[in-house]
């Protein structure tokens, strides 16, 4: 078959996938209708997860998991945009990590809102000024993230998905010698995440300037010759800074979970996971005792994480199932005055 003849059997599957991309439009449109009856959400993560999922088991053709994913979840973006517009705030700035995970999840084409601080985030979600937040929760080198869980305690707000990112930094500068940079910008807890790679190019002697992100960094080391930036291969692209090296971390595994949250409940999509603030008793074996319930119903905990906030210990308790399955809501029934729900959701494949 010639160059042309492919191509123009291109061309007629490309116009195909029009016609029937409109199609599905047509039909998310009625499902919005009878959704807006309702007051139904139209985000539904468990639902398009169910779809992702049916489709990969019957996948036998050249895409892979990820590319049916990404051209998924992409869709499943336009079709909500069309739709509702909702904005999306997340921890800024633009290129951040948190950007990254922001669009993994809603697309392209959705309205995106940097916010400066990750109690900012909260607030703009519960005020209504976007329907969605993104924040990091916790890092596979830096551990949980306070700030997150000090608003998950202080919002009513429930946690509707969560987003894993691999956390790689470049080293991007304008400087053509490495001997000429006197100086480097990122985010405080990057540099202890490159010490190896600084000290194998000898720039663990060069001033280390911390700012707010990463983001930050790529654009500050833009404006000066004799700078450098350990920031997203994103960020530098966005302001056009040249990358000397790529994936400059220690840890090639470090990765950043995030939650994504708004103001509504998913449904139980059989693939769930929960988390619980729990504020347990001053008292021995509270802890035990607590958990005990969980070991008799065989409820695989996940995560058990010990938090300060105000002087007081609470805990972040993490376990595969949803809320309302039976054998949990009678545990949550019976420690209802202890545990604050944070949100059922489908669970990703892997955690930090």
């Known amino acids: 078959m010639t160059l042309d003849e492919l191509r123009n059997k291109i061309d007629k599957i490309d116009d195909t996938l029009l016609k029937l991309y409109n199609e599905r439009m047509e039909l998310v449109h009625q499902v919005g209708e009878v959704k807006n009856t309702t007051g139904a ?3 539904r993560p468990e639902r398009e997860q169910a779809i ?9 053709g050249k895409l892979t998991d990820k590319a049916i994913e990404a051209l998924f979840l992409e869709m499943f973006a ?3 945009n069309l739709e509702l517009p909702e904005a ?3 921890l800024g700035p633009e290129a951040s990590f948190t950007h990254q995970a922001a669009e993994s999840k809603f697309g392209a084409m959705s309205h995106y809102i940097p916010i400066s601080s990750i109690q900012g985030v909260f607030r703009e979600v519960d005020k209504g000024t976007a329907k969605f937040g993104v924040i990091p929760i916790e890092n596979s080198s830096n551990g949980i993230v306070s700030d997150t869980i000090n608003c998950l305690d202080e919002y009513d707000l429930k946690i509707i998905a969560e987003v894993m990112i691999d956390v790689h930094l470049s080293f991007a500068t304008l400087a053509e010698n490495i001997k000429d940079i006197t100086k480097i910008y990122s985010k405080d807890i990057a540099f202890g995440q490159c010490r190896k790679f600084l000290q194998d190019l000898g720039l663990d002697e060069v001033e280390l300037i911390p700012v707010e992100s990463t983001a930050k960094a790529a654009k500050l080391a833009r404006e000066d010759k004799s ?8 960020a530098a692209k966005l302001y056009n800074l040249p990358i000397l090296f790529e994936n400059v971390e220690d840890n090639m595994n470090n990765r950043t979970r995030f939650f994504i949250i708004s103001n509504f409940e998913n449904l139980p999509s059989g693939n769930d996971k929960t988390s619980l603030l729990v504020r347990l008793p001053n008292k021995p074996g509270a802890l035990v005792e607590f958990l005990n ?11 058990i994480k010990s938090h300060i906030v105000e002087g007081q210990s609470i805990f972040l308790i993490e376990f595969n199932g949803h809320k309302d399955d039976e054998p949990i809501k009678a545990i949550l029934n019976k420690h209802r005055d202890v545990v604050k729900v944070l949100g059922s959701y489908v669970k990703e494949s892997d955690d930090v």
């Open 52 to 60: 992702i999922n049916r489709l990969k088991a019957q996948n036998n």
């Open 227 to 234: 700078a450098a930036a350990l920031c997203p291969s994103v």
């Open 293 to 303: 319930d969980f070991e008799k119903e065989h409820i695989n905990l996940t995560k």
């Open 78 to 80: 336009v079709a909500r």
């Open 41 to 43: 959400p139209i985000y």
């Open 88 to 90: 999306v705030a997340y």
